[in-house]
């Protein structure tokens, strides 16, 4: 059975919890909860807005005789519609981070990935992709966009719109993997390998660019994030030298080529292993916000900063959690320059989602707590996605029957 919390018990959540030091509360207007599409047991939820106005929403749920389903929906009226498979099998690599997405390019096309076991090592998958040239009603023949074949690990993918052409992945890459040990055993951090971050660029007709090396070795399971700005394509994700510091870096295309990595903010952060909280990035023509979690120090925080040349430089960091984040962090920016910035806190009982506006000159509104959520794994990655004055949601509730929920709240612009 769903559980749906009622609206005014939700607008006390809204209004109940705020941050010490922030404007008065400014975010939102309304919000209601949407009734989700998605079956229980269902996880690893993603949101997506297209530039023509529409929202949508893919997920993992379970299938027969152990078998994983890919689905999405599109947001039609005031509801989602009737979901469509993308994909389904038995050799899914279902993860509580790597989660599979979905996206629509300029020229209408849509894509999606997710990830699939490739040998008997835990972390040996592959990124498949599929396209659709009718809206997402039927599906082309998975591929891979690497052409390694090496039984490694695979993953973390984001798409963007090329600007040269066709569609543009990133992904991690463990091709140098020198894995030995026993199946089910071990991880990246401690094989003694390099993980990369690539790129390649697709075609509809399921052509595959040549690979792009863009960075030998970055953290091992971070998500990545990507955005098209005016100038061109801006990646983000967590880097790692040689002396274990990991701190966000970001590469660019511009002008026909990739730029080199360089860091979105030197935090220092040494840590031995992969912390699984990769950045968060948002973009309107050359300004970009990002958002990313650190530990730096062993203080742990949530950071938001801002660009206005199309991410080759940003501002000072904004803090904006109240002091006991999780990370899994989301951002959104505003017409007026401000973002909305989700992430994790843990709070008395479990954790709590939470939502601040910041504004480039380092003003802050109120912290507001949109609804209780598990401090585990379990409860994965929350979703945020704008689409014109509203924004939507997604999260796994884990304290009922674990499924995913979707709501949309009203935002001033």
Known sequence: MKLFIPLLFIVFLLTGCSGENGTESDLF?????????????????????DGDGNVYLSWIEPGID?????????????????????????????????????????NGMFAAHWLQSSGEWIFAYDVKISLSDNNGRSWSVPFSPHNDGTKTEHGFASFFDHPDSGIGIVWLDGREAEYSGAAGEGHASEAGWNMH?????????????????LDDRVCECCPTAAVETKNGVLVAYRDRTEDEIRDISLVRFEDGGWTAPYPLYEDGWNIAGCPVNGPALSAIENKVAAAWYTAAGNDAKVNVAFSTDAGATFSEPVRVDNGLP????AVELLDDGSAIVMWIEILEEDAGLMIRRVYPDGSTGHAEKIVLISDDRSSGYPRMTRNGNKIFFAWVDTFNESFVRTARAGIDI
Request: hydrophobic share 35%; charged share 20%; no cysteine.
């Open 66 to 106: 152990d078998k994983h389903v890919f689905r999405f929906a599109s947001f039609i009226g005031n509801g989602w519609s009737e979901p469509v498979t993308i994909a389904e099998g038995d050799e899914f690599f279902v993860n509580w981070a790597d989660v599979p997405s979905i996206f629509k390019s300029n």
């Open 326 to 329: 999780l990370g899994r962090v």
């Open 197 to 213: 971050l690539r790129s390649t660029t697709i075609q509809s007709n399921n052509y595959r660019s040549e690979e792009i090396l």
């Open 29 to 49: 207007f309304s919000w209601k909860e949407i009734e989700s599409p998605a079956s229980t047991q269902s996880g690893q939820p993603f949101l997506y807005s």
